[in-house]
Nanobody, 123 residues
Framework: VQLVESGGGSVQPGGSLTLSCAAS????????MGWFRQSAGKEREPVAT???????TYANSVKGRFTISKDNAKNTLYLQMNSLKPEDTATYYC???????????????????WGQGTQVTVS
């Protein structure tokens, strides 16, 4: 399984970015996928997740500003980020887990596949 993120960059506060995650050898229609982020000196934290039935979960800090979505036909995960704040600055990681892995989708340890990360800087 390979997850490749793209779309990161630098943006001013209030701006928008869209992250993409292309999955290979993983079927987005069957497993849960999510976005996590990690900034310097902090632990990796959940941003948003989307399950096989398209149900979504968001961290409180991004509710109303970020939208997670997926295109099963393209096996691609997206994160639309609006009204970005300096505290959103982090490396953003795409994650996926096999259908047999259960548990809270917001827990990073429940995922068995990770991308290499893409940097988002808001300043």
């Amino acid at each position: 399984v390979q997850l490749v993120e793209s779309g990161g960059g630098s943006v001013q506060p209030g701006g928008s970015l869209t992250l993409s995650c292309a999955a290979s050898r993983f079927t987005a229609s069957t497993g849960c996928m999510g976005w996590f982020r990690q900034s310097a000196g902090k632990e990796r934290e959940p941003v948003a997740t989307i399950d096989s039935d398209y149900s979504t979960t968001y961290a409180n800090s991004v509710k109303g500003r970020f939208t997670i979505s997926k295109d099963n036909a393209k096996n691609t995960l997206y994160l639309q980020m609006n009204s970005l704040k300096p505290e959103d600055t982090a490396t953003y990681y795409c994650a996926a887990r096999d259908p047999y892995r259960a548990g809270n989708s917001l827990i990073p340890e429940s995922y068995n596949y990770w991308g290499q990360g893409t940097q988002v800087t808001v300043s």
